[in-house]
C-alpha cells in the first residue's frame, strides 16, 4: 500500500544538461495555467460566454543556492545573453525519507531570464546567494 503522508520539500535534487553540479537551497516549480477563450455566437439567446482553453503558459523556475566556485549556471546566463541560445532540460526531482525519487518535474527547453548575485554586507556572517531564473517551454510530471 502507497504511503499516504506528505513528502517533505527538503529533499530534492536537479539536474540540468551541461551543468555538472546543480545543488540548490531553494527552488521554485513553476506555475502552469490555461487560458480561457470566451466567446459568444451570434445565434445565442442567451448572454453567458461560452469557454474553450487557449494558449498553455508555464511560470519561471527560481534556483537560488550558496556561491561556491563553480560559474556554469552565470556562464549559460552570459551564453544567452550574448545571443547564443542554450536550450537545456532541467529536472526537479522530489525525494523520500530515504532519498528515493518520487517524483520529477521535467522542464523542456530551458534558457535562463535573470541572474541575479549576492546582497553583501560585513555587518552579518549570512550565506552568498545567487538566483537564476528559467523561461520554461513545457513541463512534463513523472511519479
Known sequence: MPDRQPYRSFNF???IDGIAD???AEVVVPDAEIDVVEYREGAD???AT???PGRVRYGKIVLIRGIAGDLSLYQWFRAVADGD???RDAVIILLDAERQPVRRWIA???WPTKYAG???NARNSEVAIET???AVERIEIEG
Open 22 to 24: 546543480a545543488q540548490f
Open 45 to 47: 439567446k442567451m448572454s
Open 85 to 87: 541560445l542554450q536550450l
Open 108 to 110: 523542456r527547453d530551458t
Open 132 to 134: 537564476l531564473e528559467l
Open 50 to 52: 461560452r469557454k474553450l
Open 118 to 120: 549576492p546582497a553583501l
Open 13 to 15: 535534487r536537479v539536474e
